[in-house]
């Protein structure tokens, strides 16, 4: 293992087929791109792996994004995957590192410590040459019992305060343009720019070649963006994906996450009583 966040493929095949292994293929594409992870996993997936569908595994009654599911409801969507107590859990996904991120902070979220996601994911292991399988495979039910920790999600209420008060800092994932307000939001109806105090880190900058950065580079990155690790961070992006890679580098950094707005700017942006700035994030090196 490279760190307590992260295995490498030597170490899944080295473990694949264990009994007590919940390996899950949390791959998730944005919209534009017409790509559909339930599709692609159909076709090819890692030996053993079951896919996590973010969008259905949420509360679709919210009218946001793949927002956090209750805890009653989270429990049946993993006990239906054969996902329960007492496993250790690997996600990956066909990006190398994106909505495994999100997979990882919301088992997070209902009490899983045991929860790590394979370097590289999909690409690095298939560029090994190691085995894949297709089919989309039913496993028998585990039970899962969900412990929920407030403490690892933000909620609107948590962010505002944080940038009225300053006692976090809030980091955006966004691109620069859109935090900017320069690029229109890709989803409809919400305005461009940011929340009032907050910084921007986009996540293509902390992710190389399907990788988190690592070490020295990976705090420089922080730093230079005006995030002090010294400071409790809260993450938000457009819709809580990037936010949890965001909030994994924050963690694997040394400094520690306040929590994610799960809202996000999905929330933030299509609300009135929502105050917006726009241009560059003050405080960036």
Known sequence: MTSHNFVTTEWLAAHLGEPGLGLIDASWHLPPTGRNGAAE???????GAVFFDIDLIADTSSGLPHMLPDPVAFSAAMSKLGLG????FIAYDAHGLF??????????????????????????????????????PVRQPRPFTPRF???????????????A?????????????????????????LKSGHMPGALNLPFVEIVERGKLKSGEALAQTLTAHGIDLA???????????????????????????AGLYD???????????????????KGAA
Do not use: N, Y
């Not at 996993?41 to 030996?47: L, N, Q, V």
């Not at 400071?231 to 996450?257: D, N």
């Not at 942006?269 to 241009?279: F, L």
């Open 263 to 281: 809202g996000s700017w999905a929330e933030w942006g299509g609300r009135a009583d929502c105050p917006v700035a726009t241009g560059p994030a």
């Open 231 to 257: 400071r409790p961070v809260i993450t938000t992006c457009g819709s809580g994906v990037s936010a949890a890679i965001l909030a994994l580098a924050v963690e694997e950094a040394g400094g520690r996450v």
């Open 99 to 136: 909505a495994a991120a999100r997979v990882w902070w919301m088992l997070r979220a209902f009490g899983v410590s045991d929860v790590r996601i394979l370097e590289g994911g999909l690409p690095k292991w298939v560029s090994e040459g190691r085995p894949v399988e297709e089919g989309a």
């Open 165 to 189: 008060s300053g006692a976090s800092q809030v980091v955006d994932a966004r691109p620069a343009e859109r935090f900017a307000g320069t690029a229109p939001e890709p989803r409809p109806g």
């Open 85 to 88: 107590d007492g496993m250790h």
């Open 149 to 163: 920790d407030h403490g690892v999600v933000a909620s609107l209420a948590d962010v505002r305060q944080a940038l």
């Open 41 to 47: 996993f159909r076709e090819r997936h890692i030996p």
